[in-house]
């Protein structure tokens, strides 16, 4: 079992739906909770993070975390095309490293 | 004006060559990174340098040889290259070793790497 699972997709939804995506983890000692943003063929880049427990919101995006159930989201309002990608969560338990999960591919069709 | 620089972009070679991948951050970062992104687009830490310091080397083959030369830059030499080694190699860097948080790891836009 890995120790971050992140549904891969793809999910496909029309301009203007909320979008929730979802990553859940094994590992109580995760502090730090990423959510990255990678278009085809680059290289990811971050979106939010969180630390703890907790809501965070950025414009359209809000990232969530629930540490009792192990599980974060981010939810995308108003989704766009452009918004068309993997997003992967990455998680830190303070130390030199993130782990990754598996990433989850969103299409937005006009 | 690229943050994180990695030559080359494409790689294709054959099975059993030995090959090398280069990386660049003008960023003034402390720590650098080499990830791994397999077909399924699972991203894994390979290695990571804080200052010319080897600091995190994950279960690889010894195959796959990182050099720091200076803070600046990270390579990736690997040898006797085999089928699974195709993936895209992702260099990163981060103000210090974690890239958590607001010390944010910033990457590289991948080398394809395909061993035929």
């Known amino acids: 079992q890995k120790e971050v699972e992140q549904d891969p997709g793809p999910l496909s939804v029309p301009e203007g739906a909320i979008v929730s995506l979802n990553c859940t983890y094994s590992?109580?000692?995760?502090?730090?909770f990423m959510w990255y943003r990678q278009y085809s063929r680059k290289g990811p880049e971050l979106l939010m993070y969180?630390?703890?427990?907790g809501n965070k919101e950025d414009g359209r995006f809000t990232a969530q975390v629930d540490k009792s159930s192990k599980y974060i989201s981010l939810f995308i309002r108003d989704s766009q095309p452009s918004d068309s990608a993997t997003y992967l969560c990455?998680?830190?338990?303070?130390?030199?490293?993130?782990?990754f999960g598996t990433g989850t591919r969103l299409q937005v069709f006009p | 004006d690229t943050a994180v620089s990695q030559t080359p972009k494409y790689l294709v070679t054959q099975m059993g060559n030995d090959k090398s991948i280069k990386c660049e951050q003008n960023?003034?970062?402390?720590?650098m990174y080499w990830y791994k992104q397999d077909s399924k687009k699972f991203l894994k830490i390979m290695f990571s340098?804080?200052?010319?310091?080897?600091?995190i080397n994950e279960t690889v083959p010894n195959r796959f040889s990182p050099k720091s030369p200076d803070k600046a830059h990270l390579n990736l030499h690997i040898n006797s290259l085999e089928l699974g080694d195709s993936a895209v190699y992702f260099c990163?860097?981060?103000?210090?070793?974690?890239?958590?948080?607001?010390?944010?790891?910033?990457f590289g836009p991948g080398t394809r790497l395909t061993v035929l």
């Open positions: 990163a860097s981060s103000r210090t070793s974690g890239g958590w948080g607001d010390n944010e790891q910033f």
């Open positions: 590992n109580s000692a995760f502090q730090y």
């Open positions: 969180t630390y703890s427990s």
């Open positions: 990455a998680m830190s338990p303070n130390t030199d490293k993130l782990i």
């Open positions: 960023l003034g970062h402390d720590t």
């Open positions: 340098y804080n200052n010319k310091e080897l600091i």
